[in-house]
C-alpha cells in the first residue's frame, strides 16, 4: 500500500535541477525494456538514468567465453538502444530520497520524479573473497561476468591441453548463476572434439546439495557432468583465492579443501548496490539489500510510487534476464495504472529461466516457479527439457535477434 510520503508533492520541498515524470535507474535489459513498455502504454516525459555508453548483451558472454560467439555480438551504443523520446542521462545513482522523490546523481545533480523505476542489477563483490579482488583478470584467474574478460577466457581455455581448471558458482542470490557453468561445458566439449580431455582434471564448485537444484534439470545436466567427467563439489563455496601459490580453497560441510589449478573461472558473490540499502528501500533484515517489492506488482511496499525489476528487485523468483520480459509487463500495466489513478492489478507469476548450455551445441532449456515447480512455455512439449540442439539454435542464434529488435524494444 503507498504512504502519505509517496502521495505528497515530489517538487513541494528541496531543489532539482530537472523534474520527470518517471525517472527509470539502470540501462540495462530492464531498464531499457520498461522505458519502451511505458512509452507504448501512452506515458511521456521519461527520463532513463545509465553512465555507461556501451550495452551489453550479457546471455552471450558465456558464449563468448565458451567459444561460440564474438564478443562483438555482445555489444550496441548505449544511445543506440534508448528509445526515441527517453531522455538518457549519462551518469551514476548514489543515492535516492523516496520521502522527497529525489534520485541523487554522482554528478552532484538532483532528479526529481513522479514515479521511480529501479532497475541497476547487481553489484560484483569480488572484495568479499580474500584473494580474489586483486587476482582478477591477472594470471590464471578469470571470471566470464565481465566482456573483456570473457574473451579472455576463451582464449585461455582453447588453449589449454593440460592441467586442472576450477569453475566456481557463488553461494546466495547471483544474477543467472546457472551461467557460471555453461563455459566449462562448451570447453569440455572442445577438449573432448580435441583429444585433450582426458588430459584435463575439471572440478565444479556450487553452493546447491545438487548441479541445479530442480530434479527435472538436474537429471539432464548431470548426464553432461558424467559424459565429460567432471569433478562436482556440491554444498560448496569458493572462500579463498591464493594466485601466488595457484591455489583455491573450497569450504563445503566436510571441511576446507585446498586445489591447485592452472585455471580457475570464478563468478563472485553479488548483492544489490550499496546506495539502495542506504536509501531505505530495502527491508529491514534483508542482508543483501534488494528493493523491498510486493513479489507480484512489483510495487515498493512503503512508497507507492517506487518500483524495481530485475535482480535488484526483493522478488522470490530466479534472477535472469529471462524473468524480466514478463516483469517488464506487469510493470508496464501496473505503473500506468496507478498513473491514470487506479490501482495495480497486473500479476508477476515468479517465471524464471536459465538455457543451461552443457555443449558447443546443445541447451537443457530450463524455465521454473520461485519454488522449483517446472513452467514451461509450451507445457506440451517435454522435448523443452531435454538436452537439445533446437534449443541451442533458439538461445544462440535466435535470442539475441529477439533481444536487440524486440524486447528493448517493448514489442515482446
Not at 511505458?38 to 558472454?61: M, N, T
Not at 538518457?88 to 514515479?115: F, M
Not at 558473490?269 to 550499496?274: F, K, V
Request: net charge negative; charged share 20%.
Amino acid at each position: 500500500m503507498a504512504t502519505a510520503d509517496a502521495a505528497s508533492d515530489p517538487r513541494a520541498t528541496g531543489s532539482h535541477t530537472a523534474h520527470h515524470r518517471i525517472v527509470v535507474v539502470g540501462g540495462g535489459n530492464g531498464g531499457v525494456s520498461a522505458a519502451a513498455r511505458l512509452q507504448r502504454r501512452g506515458l511521456d516525459d521519461i527520463a532513463l538514468i545509465e553512465p555507461k555508453d556501451v550495452h551489453e548483451y550479457q546471455p552471450l558472454f558465456s558464449h563468448v567465453a565458451g567459444g561460440t560467439a564474438r564478443i562483438s555480438e555482445t555489444v550496441r551504443p548505449q544511445r543506440s538502444v534508448i528509445p526515441d523520446g527517453v531522455r538518457w542521462i549519462q551518469d551514476a545513482v548514489v543515492s535516492v530520497d523516496p520521502r522527497r522523490s529525489v534520485v541523487r546523481l554522482i554528478s552532484g545533480d538532483e532528479i526529481g520524479y513522479d514515479h521511480l523505476v529501479l532497475s541497476p542489477g547487481m553489484q560484483k563483490d569480488w572484495a568479499s573473497v580474500p584473494g580474489l579482488a586483486e587476482s582478477i583478470g591477472t594470471g590464471d584467474v578469470t571470471t566470464h561476468y565481465e566482456g573483456d574478460l570473457a574473451a579472455r577466457t576463451s582464449l585461455r581455455l582453447r588453449d589449454l591441453r593440460q592441467g586442472t581448471v576450477v569453475f566456481t558458482q557463488p553461494a546466495g542470490p547471483a544474477s543467472c548463476a546457472g551461467a557460471s557453468q555453461k563455459p566449462m561445458y562448451q570447453a569440455c566439449d572442445y577438449w573432448q572434439r580435441t583429444g585433450v580431455l582426458d588430459d584435463i582434471r575439471v572440478v565444479l564448485v556450487v553452493p546447491e546439495s545438487t548441479v541445479f537444484g530442480i530434479p527435472a534439470f538436474d537429471h539432464e545436466i548431470q548426464r553432461a557432468i558424467d559424459r565429460y567427467g567432471i569433478e562436482l563439489r556440491t554444498q560448496s563455496a569458493l572462500i579463498e583465492v591464493d594466485a601466488a601459490a595457484s591455489e583455491v580453497v573450497i569450504g563445503s560441510p566436510s571441511g576446507i579443501e585446498r586445489l591447485r589449478f592452472d585455471l580457475v573461472n570464478v563468478v563472485p558473490p553479488q548483492s544489490a548496490p550499496d546506495w539502495i540499502r542506504a536509501s531505505g528501500l530495502a527491508a529491514d533484515g534483508d542482508a543483501d539489500g534488494f528493493v523491498d517489492v510486493d513479489p507480484e506488482t512489483l510495487r515498493h511496499t512503503r512508497f507507492g510510487n517506487v518500483w524495481a525489476i530485475g535482480d535488484a528487485a526483493a522478488t522470490t523468483n530466479s534472477k535472469s534476464g529471462g524473468a524480466l520480459r514478463k516483469q517488464t509487463m506487469v510493470l508496464a500495466k501496473n505503473l500506468a495504472a496507478v498513473a491514470s489513478g487506479g490501482e495495480p492489478r497486473a500479476r508477476y507469476d515468479g517465471y524464471g529461466v536459465c538455457p543451461m548450455t552443457v555443449s558447443r551445441s546443445s541447451v537443457v532449456w530450463a524455465e521454473f516457479g520461485p519454488t522449483g515447480e517446472l513452467m514451461p512455455t509450451i507445457p506440451f512439449s517435454r522435448r523443452m527439457y531435454r538436452e537439445s540442439a533446437l534449443s541451442w539454435f533458439f538461445d544462440r542464434r535466435v535470442l539475441p535477434w529477439v533481444y536487440w529488435n524486440l524486447i528493448l524494444t517493448g514489442r515482446v
